[in-house]
């Protein structure tokens, strides 16, 4: 799983076997260890979200997913998932979910 942010925005890339176990599992989650302390990210998905958030605590960002969203995009050939988060100060948090498919597959 690749995580990339710029700015207000955060863009989760899963492969095809990532994507997989993501259906299976409803969670995924990758941890890059640091000398200081450990980063997590991942996502979840939650039969009572309505939308797709982000949250940041401890050192992790958890995108929350709802859960017929989830297997929509897992069963179906749509790549990509997005949302409007509101934050602070009337700013947003645009969240990109994608296949990678275009990748080789670990």
């Known amino acids: 799983m690749k995580l990339r942010i710029k700015g207000n925005t955060i863009r989760f890339r899963l492969t ?8 299976e599992k409803g969670m995924i989650k990758e941890t890059t260890n640091f000398i ?4 997590s990210y991942g996502m979840q998905t939650s039969p009572d979200a309505s939308s797709i958030t982000a949250g940041f605590k401890n050192n992790e960002i958890i995108l929350t997913i709802p859960e017929r969203q989830a297997k929509e995009w897992t069963e179906t050939n749509k790549v990509g998932l997005s949302e409007e988060m509101p ?20």
């Open 87 to 106: 934050i602070n100060d009337n700013k947003k948090l645009y969240i990109l979910i994608e296949k990678d498919f275009k990748c080789l597959d670990e």
């Open 36 to 39: 200081t302390g450990d980063f």
């Open 16 to 23: 095809k076997s990532e994507v997989a176990y993501f259906s």
